[in-house]
């Protein structure tokens, strides 16, 4: 990878050197040492010239890079190809390769992809498409080693050899019977250590851990990274073997998670294009109805701020607290919601630790409300009364918003804590109940709180 953007400037600046002098084998032999992803990488600048940087490849750097681009330079280069060169490209893809691309492309560069792919390409790719979306046989590619129990070593080696060049990963093979039950797996260390003859059914390992074709693919991206496996099996309601998940797959899914949480985190719909490609027009979609509901919800505020509007009149100087108050607030409830969404994606925390979470949290937030309250205290007898001159910081005043601070954090870090529990309960995203509206809750909570305690001891 590159290192540095300068790095990255002095490459793309060779690659338009050597194109604009027609230096093609000398480029050619400049990019073999470089990694897919790195061509990948600077084919993003490229733009009209990336065509030719890719047929300059080796056919299966080529097909390594190709999986690596983005879909719009993907669909650029599927336009430019000739049959055979698209016919050559997709011999070279795997399966789950060729299935994440039909699904990124427009219809006629679909009709065009399944015209060229051979009838048992065709085949796969349309198994795998019938499952639903989110679904772990969505990402599962069907090119594995497969492996018969009353095989011998040596027998096993030779059908590896013989069909593992075009298997997604050959370092884990799966043992089965003429129904395709899965009955165990086996790792090409412990065959390369056998005997000859020995029998796979002997030597497999029976304890095996699988996933489902209907399970949610981030449960099955969790699981590889929980039991740090190479490959998962994916089999059928009835046990049978129909493909595996490979943790590049895996990390694909834990990428496109993660993005999504953090935009519904940020009160966003979520994307699936990187921020420079989206366009303005997408991005405002994608923002504006979240920003729409939490202005309308902050209405809550502005009645009670209106409801005590004749309290206010009469000890001003509560109103520049308000702010303070209702950031700190919104903050408490924010690292609170974080840790907890957290929490659940990895599953440390499940609706049935409810009342663990919020007895951990209330206590939390008793030290952190004093902590802060009594930071407050002085901060406002020391700045605001002595250094600032501004005689209406009273003790009094000072009380009613120390008080308040510790409510505050009590409510809101009470409130973030559960809200994700609920909202994953209910089978919503709990990323939905993040910063922004449990800001907005915690906002009229604070100040509700803040009101009753100036009426209690101000008498106002």
């Known amino acids: 990878m590159f290192e540095l953007e300068n790095e990255r400037a002095e490459l793309l600046e060779k690659i338009e050197e050597l194109i604009s002098r027609k230096r093609y084998a000398e480029l050619r032999d400049f990019l073999l040492p470089m990694e897919a992803a790195d061509i990948a990488s600077l084919c993003a600048n490229l733009d009209e010239k990336?065509?030719?940087?890719?047929?300059?490849?080796?056919?299966?750097?080529?097909?390594?890079?190709?999986?690596?681009?983005?879909?719009?330079?993907?669909?650029?280069?599927?336009l430019s190809f000739s049959?055979?060169?698209?016919?050559?490209?997709?011999?070279?893809?795997?399966l789950d390769d060729t299935v994440d691309i039909v699904e990124e492309m427009p219809a006629n560069v679909v009709k065009r992809i399944l015209r060229h792919s051979d009838p048992?390409?065709?085949?796969?790719?349309?198994?795998?498409?019938?499952?639903?979306?989110?679904?772990?046989?969505?990402?599962?590619?069907?090119?594995?080693?497969?492996?018969?129990?009353?095989?011998?070593?040596?027998?096993?080696?030779?059908?590896?050899?013989?069909?593992?060049?075009?298997?997604?990963?050959?370092?884990?093979?799966?043992?089965?019977?003429?129904?395709?039950?899965?009955?165990?797996?086996?790792?090409?260390?412990?065959?390369?250590?056998a005997e000859e003859d020995d029998i796979i059914g002997d030597i497999m390992d029976r304890n095996f851990i699988s996933v489902q074709t209907l399970d949610d693919q981030e449960s099955t991206a969790q699981a590889l990274s929980k039991y740090d496996f190479l490959a998962l099996p994916v089999v059928d309601t009835e046990n049978r073997l129909v493909g595996i998940v490979t943790v590049d797959d895996a990390m694909d899914v834990i990428e496109e998670?993660?993005?999504?949480?953090?935009?519904?985190?940020?009160?966003?719909?979520?994307?699936d294009k990187p921020y420079l490609k989206t366009s303005v027009f997408e991005t405002w979609k994608a923002r504006t109805p979240w920003l729409m509901v939490l202005m309308l919800s902050a209405t809550f505020t502005g009645i009670i701020l209106t409801h005590f509007e004749g309290a206010l009149m009469s000890c001003a100087i509560l109103t520049s607290f308000v702010p303070m108050l209702s950031g700190t607030g919104g903050n408490s409830g924010t690292q609170a919601s974080t840790a907890i969404i957290r929490a659940l994606s990895l599953?440390?925390?499940?609706?049935?630790?409810?009342?663990?979470?919020?007895w951990k949290e209330l206590r939390v937030s008793l030290c952190c409300g004093v902590c802060l309250a009594a930071a407050n205290f002085v901060k406002m007898m020391l700045v605001d009364r002595w250094l600032l001159h501004?005689?209406?910081?009273?003790?009094?005043?000072?009380?009613v918003v120390c008080c308040t601070l510790v409510g505050t954090v009590l409510c809101a870090k009470l409130v973030g804590c559960s809200l994700p529990i609920l909202a994953e309960k209910l089978g919503f995203d709990p990323a939905v109940m993040a910063s922004p509206f449990i800001s907005t809750i915690v906002d009229a909570l604070s100040l509700l709180i803040y009101f009753r305690f100036a009426t209690l001891l101000l008498g106002i």
């Open 120 to 193: 048992e390409t065709r085949r796969g790719i349309n198994e795998i498409l019938k499952y639903p979306e989110d679904s772990t046989g969505s990402i599962m590619t069907t090119e594995f080693v497969d492996l018969k129990a009353a095989m011998t070593v040596e027998g096993a080696l030779k059908r590896i050899r013989r069909t593992g060049l075009d298997k997604e990963t050959i370092n884990v093979c799966y043992v089965i019977d003429d129904n395709r039950h899965l009955l165990g797996v086996l790792s090409l260390r412990t065959l390369l250590l």
């Open 390 to 399: 501004n005689p209406d910081v009273t003790p009094m005043v000072a009380l």
């Open 257 to 271: 998670e993660t993005t999504e949480d953090i935009e519904k985190m940020a009160a966003m719909l979520p994307s």
């Open 50 to 78: 990336v065509p030719l940087v890719f047929r300059l490849l080796p056919k299966e750097l080529a097909a390594e890079v190709f999986v690596e681009l983005e879909s719009d330079e993907q669909e650029l280069l599927i």
């Open 83 to 94: 049959n055979t060169e698209l016919k050559e490209v997709l011999e070279e893809l795997y």
């Open 347 to 358: 599953g440390e925390v499940r609706f049935s630790d409810t009342l663990q979470v919020l």
